[in-house]
């Protein structure tokens, strides 16, 4: 699906003025059935799936600083997200050995700052010297549980995320039992949290970090881990089920790696091995900048967007040609998702939910809404902003494919990722060895 139906918005008069009148009215707050009011107003159903669970819409809260506690979780509940994924836990066994200890890293303080793109565009970055989860595991299963009862009332979905143990090169085995324990104990809380019975989604972290650390010093050692890490943590749950997703980062390979790591997953992976859905792609890193007195920082900004799509838009391109084999999982899209526009370049390529963190975190000044929490505030501008918001947009490419009115996004996802339904004419990218 080409993006250059993103070039302009055509909208009719009548959505145009809705949209202008809407954007200014809720500066005082959003309405309380939001995903009813837009299925009213403008007849377009926001609802999604993500991790097998459905979602009344696809903004959800990306795993970081802000998903760290309950109240942070209530209070999003509270203002309409999706969907909130939790700080990463970083995964022990039963004796409380970590091997990935190293990302249990106690956050000092967050930075939000503006940064320019490679193109020149302007963006925001947030750095941070933390990783994953400081406190102790008995700790984390005591907020999971908190957090998942906060967000039922609101019909919010809230996962966790847990990094496991990955081997370095050269190292031969497997510490299953930090996958056994730390899977089990997370799927004791989500049966007595959650009330349907559902499988528990969790998203297997691939931190950023992991870029500039020696584990990764080898690109076979990153596909190892990629092909072998689902079939380790459904193993691990057995004989519950579970929805898994792997949460893809930027390695310092290139965008033919990252195509490598995607086709892997995707044709190498089958039965218990394969993942359930895809969560593309976490942060740059840059392994020169200092930050809180550590050298190598992860950061966003355009160009991560710029990277991200690009990448997604060569897969599908090759799977629309032919040359490698469909992806069916579903997508779950990360990465400079700064408006709704930037959400729908995902959708083109095949994501049903948008994961943001930085956006959430902007000086107040920069959204129009004048009061309430920063969740609120962006998705005002996410939903309604009459040029940028998500409503603007699936309407003008509701208009542009002439999808049905009563196609929800994760239908308009479905049919942007099917390769028959892809535009033909352009210029197919290389394919990089195998």
């Known amino acids: 699906m080409t993006s250059h139906v993103l070039d302009s918005l055509n909208l009719d008069a009548r959505e145009s003025a809705a949209l202008a009148a809407d954007y200014e009215r809720f500066r005082e707050g959003l309405p309380a059935r939001l995903e009813e009011y837009v299925r009213d107003s403008y007849r377009l159903d926001l609802s999604s799936e993500y991790g097998g669970l459905a979602v009344k819409n696809p903004f959800g809260k990306a795993s970081g600083q802000l998903s760290l506690n309950t109240g942070q979780v209530r209070r999003d509940a509270e203002d309409g997200l999706g969907f909130a994924v939790l700080k990463t836990i970083i995964a022990e066994d039963e004796r409380g050995g970590q091997s990935m200890s190293e990302w249990a890293v106690h956050e000092t303080r967050m930075l939000v700052e503006r940064i320019k793109g490679s193109d020149g565009t302007q963006g925001w970055t947030v750095t941070w010297k933390g990783r994953g989860w400081y406190d102790t595991f008995e700790k984390y299963l005591e907020f999971f549980g908190e957090a998942v009862g906060a967000g039922v009332a609101a019909r919010m979905p809230v996962v966790p995320s847990c990094k496991y143990h990955l081997p370095r090169p050269g190292e031969a085995g497997w510490k299953t039992g930090e996958y056994e324990y730390t899977t089990r104990r997370l799927l004791d809380v989500w049966e007595k949290s959650w009330p349907g019975r559902e499988p528990m989604p969790i998203e297997k972290d ?14 076979q050692t990153i596909i190892r881990w990629l092909t072998q890490v689902t079939g380790l943590i459904r193993r691990a749950a057995a004989p519950r089920p579970v929805s898994i997703g792997l949460k893809f980062f930027n390695a310092v390979f290139g965008e033919d790696f990252q195509l ?61 040609a032919g040359e490698v084999k469909a992806c069916r999982a579903p997508l779950s899209a990360t990465g400079n998702i700064t408006s709704g526009r930037a959400a729908a370049a995902y959708l083109l390529r095949g994501a049903s939910t948008f994961q943001i963190h930085t956006y959430f975190q902007l000086p107040s000044r920069e959204y129009a809404m004048r009061s309430g929490g920063k969740t ?50 352009e210029r197919e990218p290389a394919l990089p060895a195998r």
């Open 376 to 425: 609120a505030r962006a998705l005002h501008e996410l939903y309604f902003n009459p040029e940028a918001g998500l409503v603007a947009w699936l309407l003008h490419l509701r208009r542009a494919f002439g999808w049905p009115e009563d196609w929800n996004v994760k239908r308009m996802a479905d049919f942007c990722a099917e390769p028959s339904n892809r535009v033909r004419g």
């Open 260 to 320: 490598e790591m995607l086709r892997a997953v995707n044709e190498e992976c089958t039965g218990e091995e394969a993942p359930d859905f895809h969560v593309y792609a976490n942060r740059l890193f840059d392994a020169e900048r200092e930050f809180g007195g550590v050298r190598g920082v992860a950061y966003g900004g355009p160009d991560l967007s710029a990277r991200n799509l690009s990448v997604l838009a060569r897969l599908r391109a090759l799977e629309q």
């Open 206 to 219: 691939f931190s950023p970090t992991l870029a500039g650390s020696d584990r990764a010093a080898e690109s």
